[in-house]
Each structure stands twice: as structure tokens, then as C-alpha cells.
């Protein structure tokens, strides 16, 4: 955190100390761009896959302050605009883009593509892939104009100290990148593996088991945690899947995918034997890290993978500690890996409730919603007098819903731990 906070406000505080004064719109102008210009640099740091960033502050952490940078970033360059204007009310017709010079197009430009991120980011509509790529293309038009237009003012890039502290964002940015996008899934030899099984848990769902190949041995995580996989080793396209197999057979990695869209059918398509490069692990979702006497683990559809790889790791464990699950789904179609947790209620203190939102036919279970009632009961035959750690996985809507049942419940901010999907 001390690192991005350097990077953010560093090259802004350095202009203010070595600069002579300048008239106030005048210095607004500069300070409000090199923040804005830094906060993009940052927003484009923290996605990159920091191991420990997520590890430490956990995933969705790290996307809330990218998207927060993000929208820093749109705030601070209106400012930078309205500063610039003025300080010399005559260059308003800057804006007028096909007479401006092309320091003021690319400021333009870059303001245009970042206003269109921020509306994109905030606004998703599109299947993952599609908002994806046009996530990344925004980004990049917005980083490279913005370099641009730093590069034509030939303002700070000539000025002795400001002139390696921009370069010195540049190659940071540079870096990130490649490593993101190249070096990662070139250098890393542990990525590849070899397809042991595709199976299908419903229609939707498919289960994807993966063997180390080579002589690394095997994907070591922590419960709940997750990691980036692809279909060829040099592929763009990539998906995040949390890890559904125990942690205590590296030799042997699970994800549980849900999905109709064409990643999903090529996963389908695997056959025995083929490779698959996987990147991780990573995030803080994870009963690992706390010191619970017990969990209660809540999850809605696919979002049951991280549970099942806490209670599958338990069970190889031998964890006496009680575990209780709530899992919530749309009909019994979707209430996956029954008969499995049926089984590990044999070696584990583990009691399971299902809750249909929408059952299609007769059912004597739970129905509606996770509310503090149905908690009440799920909770009742647990210690109140000891620590338990309560573990949410699933859409946002529902995670909000789930929060809100405990917060009433009384349970600690602390010992509540959420992954929601659509967290990019």
C-alpha cells in the first residue's frame, strides 16, 4: 500500500518541491494532471496479477481501488480541463479537435476513452469476453494518448527531474504489462498441464481435471483460492475459476466452470492428455487464514467451488471442526456435488441446507432467500460462546442480501469473508 501511495502522489510532490512558483491555475493544472496521469499508472499496476497484493488485501479489494483509480483518474482530468482553462480562458479552443494541435487531440482522445472505461466498468452489459477486450482497448488508448499527450507538451519531459520520474512511470507501466501479458505464460514452466477429465455436472456446469505435467509438482493454494486458466500457452483470452479440489493433492486440480459461451465449450471439448496452462494462485478467500473454530460456508450455484475445496481439504485433513454449509440454488438441477457432500459428512462435522429460490416441482426444503430466520437456525447448533468465520461465494445481489442477514445476526465485520462474481 506505502508503494502505490509513492507512486500515486510521488511525481506531483517531487514537482512541488523542485519547481519555481507558479500562478495558482497554473500549478492546479500541472498537480491535477500528474496525479490523474499517476492514478492511471496505478489502476493499471493493481489488475496485473501481484501475488502479493491479492494475497494480502484480497481480490476484491484490489478491484475495488482499481475501479476507484479509475474514477479518481475521470474526476482529476475534468479538474486538470477546468484548471487549464483557467489559467488562460483561450485555450478553450483546444477543444475544438480538428484545429487543436496534437498534444490537445490526444488529451482529448484520452479523456473521451477513459469517460467511455468508466461508463463500461460501471455499466456491464456485455458477456465477459466482449467487455474484456473492450476494457483492455480502452485502457490502452487511454495510457498511450495520455503519454502522448505528455510527450507533445514538452513541458516536464525536458525539465531535469520530472523528465526520469515520468520515464520511470512509463517503465513501470511497460513492465506490468509484460509481464502480464507475456511473461508470465512464457517464463513460468509450472503453468502447463495435462487434462486427466472433463466432466459434466449438469447442462451448465463442467468440471475440469487437470495433472501437472513436466517436473513441477502440481498447483499449491491455499483453500479458496483461485487461478487464471487458458486453453494454448501463448492465449490472450484467459478466465479466472476458483479451485475446487482439496489442497492436499497438488497432483490433482479440479475447477468447476459454469458457462455457455465459447470458453466453456472448448472446455467441453477437451480431451484426455491435451494441455492447459494455469496461472495462480491467487486471492485471500481462504479459511486458512483465520483463526475460526468453526466455519459456516454460504454459496450460491458455481459458487460453491471454494467450499467444496475447504471441506474437501478438511476432510483430507481430519479438521473435527464444525462445518456448516448453506447452498443456495434456482431449482435441484442446480444444486451440485450432492452425493459428494453426502459422503463427507461421514468424516466431517458438516451439516447441509439447501435453499431453492425457484423450484420447478414438489420440494420440502428451504425456499426464498438467505435471511437472518433461516441463519437462526443453520447457526443453532453451534457454540455461540466460541469464534466461528463465515464464508460467502456468489452473485453480488446475494452476497449483499447474506451480509445484511448476519449483520442483524450481530456477527463481527471480521469474521465475514465474501467473493462475489462480476467483480472485474
Known sequence: MTALLVVLAGPALVHLAQSEPLPFWRQMSVVTGLVALSALVCAAALPSRLRGLTRAFGIETVVGLHRQLGILSAVLIAAHLAAVVAANPAQVGLLAVP?????????????????????????????????????????????????????????????????????????????????????????DAGGEFAVQAVRAENPTVTTLVLAPTGRHGGLRFSPGQFAWVRLQRSAVEEHPFTIASSAHDPG???????????????????????????????????????????????????????????????????????????????????????????????????????????????WAGHTGEVDAALLTGVLSTLDPDVRHDYFLCGPPAMVADVLAALTALGIPDDRIHTEQFDMA
Open 252 to 362: 490433482h486440480t479440479e475447477f468447476t466452470i459454469r458457462g455457455t459461451g465459447d470458453f466453456a465449450s472448448s472446455v467441453r471439448e477437451l480431451r484426455r492428455g491435451q494441455s492447459v496452462w494455469v496461472d495462480g494462485p491467487y486471492g485471500s478467500f481462504t479459511c486458512d487464514s483465520v483463526p475460526a473454530a468453526g466455519l459456516v460456508l454460504i454459496a450460491a450455484g458455481v459458487g460453491i467451488t471454494p467450499m467444496m475445496s475447504m471441506l474437501r481439504t478438511a476432510a483430507d485433513r481430519g479438521d473435527q471442526r464444525p462445518h456448516r454449509l448453506v447452498s443456495v440454488a434456482r431449482d435441484t438441477g442446480d444444486l451440485l456435488f450432492r452425493d459428494e457432500l453426502a459422503m463427507l459428512r461421514r468424516y466431517l462435522d458438516l451439516e447441509v441446507t439447501e435453499v431453492l429460490r425457484r423450484p420447478s416441482g414438489p
Open 99 to 187: 484545429s487543436a494541435p496534437g498534444r490537445a487531440k490526444a488529451a482529448v482522445g484520452a479523456s473521451i476513452a477513459l469517460a467511455a472505461l468508466v461508463v463500461l466498468a460501471l455499466r456491464r452489459r456485455q458477456r465477459y469476453e466482449v467487455w474484456r477486450w473492450l476494457h483492455l482497448l480502452l485502457a490502452v488508448l487511454v495510457l498511450g494518448l495520455s503519454a502522448l499527450h505528455v510527450l507533445w507538451l514538452r513541458h516536464l519531459v525536458t525539465d531535469a527531474v520530472m523528465g526520469p520520474v515520468l520515464a520511470g512511470l512509463g517503465v513501470l507501466v511497460i513492465v506490468v504489462f509484460a509481464m502480464r501479458w507475456w511473461g508470465r505464460g512464457m517464463l
